[in-house]
């Protein structure tokens, strides 16, 4: 099968930004619609990732072609080198092509990273979301993703940031095969990590609130990342993720600084 084509939105002047969002979320989900990186004076490209969005699928969905969409985003737009900021799937994209060709990433927003080797993906989930999805559309997602293991101050926001997700996608089953394959892909080993050689936030977030990507991951990367920033919400505060605004000014200060 031929290279899928991505749905992408190019907006804005400046020193280019390519935003990458996570599994079962769409280029809007990362700085939720949030404009203020433009305004900042950026070139703003955010795209929806094979199988996602209004994008093509693909044959594969491991990090291999994920980091290759990446490469192809960035060649098609005639960017040599740009700041790139990715939510978990995004974010280890962002960084496999950071690892691979530091020459082309100016700075990395790793944004609440999930892969890591003491954190073993609960695989029968993530089958039971895909076949969830496959089988029964966005109810069907919804109900495999079994929002009493929520919190309860989180329950309705995040069901309803899932029905909005799940529902922006034309090909479901797309993604359902994303959900199978993604999780099975490791982007890199964790070891690596110290060889990122780019200026570099990492924002994590608490875990009541986000228990899929744990605070503790965040804060490992942010060591093993030479001369990484930490960026956490305050206490019993929204997760930093969720608050496009807020992300877009931790971006704009990283990339001012490149």
Same mark, same amino acid.
């Given at each position: $099968? %031929? &290279? %899928? #084509?991505?749905?992408?939105? *190019?907006?804005? *002047?400046?020193?280019?930004?390519?935003? +990458?969002?996570?599994?079962?979320?769409?280029?809007?989900?990362? !700085? $939720?619609?949030?404009?203020?990186? #433009?305004? &900042?004076?950026?070139?703003?490209?955010?795209? *929806? =990732?094979?199988?996602?969005? @209004?994008?093509?699928?693909?044959?594969?969905?491991?990090?291999?072609? +994920?980091?290759?969409?990446?490469?192809? !985003?960035?060649?098609?737009?005639?960017? #040599?080198?740009?700041? +790139?900021?990715?939510?978990? $799937?995004?974010?280890?994209?962002?960084?496999? !092509? =950071? +690892? =691979?060709?530091? @020459?082309?990433?100016?700075?990395?927003? !790793?944004?609440?990273?999930?892969?890591?080797? *003491?954190?073993e993906p609960d695989l029968d989930r993530w089958d039971r979301l895909a076949a969830g999805l496959r089988d029964g559309g966005v109810d069907g997602f919804v109900a495999a993703y079994d929002l009493s293991s929520v919190p309860e101050q989180w329950r309705e926001t995040t069901e309803k940031v899932l029905r909005q997700r799940l529902a922006a996608h034309v090909r479901p089953s797309a993604v359902a095969d994303a959900l199978e394959q993604v999780p099975r892909s490791t982007p890199y080993a964790v070891d690596e990590l110290a060889g990122v050689r780019c200026p570099t936030v990492v924002v994590a977030d608490r875990d009541e609130a986000d228990p899929g990507h744990p605070l503790w991951v965040g804060e490992d990367y942010a060591r093993r990342i030479p001369g990484a920033t930490l960026v956490v919400e305050a206490e019993d505060k929204s997760p930093l993720a969720w608050q496009g605004g807020q992300l877009s000014r931790v971006i704009a200060e990283l990339a001012g600084r490149t």
């Amino acid at each position: $099968m %031929p &290279a %899928p #084509e991505l749905s992408i939105t *190019d907006a804005g *002047d400046g020193p280019p930004v390519v935003l +990458l969002h996570g599994l079962t979320a769409t280029r809007r989900y990362v !700085v $939720m619609g949030s404009r203020a990186l #433009e305004r &900042a004076g950026h070139r703003v490209l955010a795209y *929806d =990732a094979r199988g996602h969005g @209004e994008s093509g699928p693909g044959d594969a969905y491991d990090y291999d072609a +994920l980091a290759a969409d990446l490469g192809t !985003v960035l060649d098609v737009n005639g960017i #040599e080198r740009a700041v +790139l900021a990715g939510a978990s $799937m995004g974010a280890h994209t962002a960084l496999k !092509v =950071a +690892l =691979a060709s530091p @020459e082309r990433v100016a700075g990395l927003v !790793v944004i609440t990273p999930a892969a890591h080797p *003491d954190a073993e993906p609960d695989l029968d989930r993530w089958d039971r979301l895909a076949a969830g999805l496959r089988d029964g559309g966005v109810d069907g997602f919804v109900a495999a993703y079994d929002l009493s293991s929520v919190p309860e101050q989180w329950r309705e926001t995040t069901e309803k940031v899932l029905r909005q997700r799940l529902a922006a996608h034309v090909r479901p089953s797309a993604v359902a095969d994303a959900l199978e394959q993604v999780p099975r892909s490791t982007p890199y080993a964790v070891d690596e990590l110290a060889g990122v050689r780019c200026p570099t936030v990492v924002v994590a977030d608490r875990d009541e609130a986000d228990p899929g990507h744990p605070l503790w991951v965040g804060e490992d990367y942010a060591r093993r990342i030479p001369g990484a920033t930490l960026v956490v919400e305050a206490e019993d505060k929204s997760p930093l993720a969720w608050q496009g605004g807020q992300l877009s000014r931790v971006i704009a200060e990283l990339a001012g600084r490149t």
